[in-house]
């Protein structure tokens, strides 16, 4: 069974810089596409980046894709999510899963943008 493990998040004001990781456990990532997802407070949760096996990135938006960088380790089973120019409507918990959402969610880890 694969455990997801998100690390990363805290409090940082309006353009500031945050990098959060995701360890995956129990089995190889390196052949799924990852991503990473968000659920602000009262809303649904919504996909925000992806990352294919070699490496290319999918962004959700236009402003993610000029902001947010995904990575991914494939000897360390971890990815990342290099966010810079934070906005307060960035605030949210943060996740990661594959593309499709295969796994169990893990409990994510919260950011929070203040204004």
């Known amino acids: 069974q694969v455990q997801l493990v998100e690390s990363g998040g805290g409090l940082v004001q309006t353009g500031g810089s945050l990098r959060l990781s995701c360890a995956a456990s129990?089995?190889?990532?390196?052949?799924?596409?990852m991503a990473w997802f968000r659920q602000a407070s009262g809303k649904e949760r919504e996909f925000v980046a992806a990352?294919?096996?070699?490496?290319?990135?999918?962004y959700a938006t236009n402003s993610m894709k000029g902001r947010f960088t995904i990575s991914r380790d494939n000897a360390k089973n971890t990815l990342y999510l290099q966010m810079n120019s934070l906005k307060p409507e960035d605030t949210a918990v943060y996740y990661c899963?594959?593309?499709?959402?295969?796994?169990?969610w893990g409990q994510g880890t919260q950011v929070t943008v203040s204004s």
């Open positions: 990352i294919t096996w070699s490496g290319d990135g999918i």
């Open positions: 129990g089995r190889t990532f390196s052949s799924y596409t």
């Open positions: 899963n594959t593309y499709s959402s295969t796994w169990a």
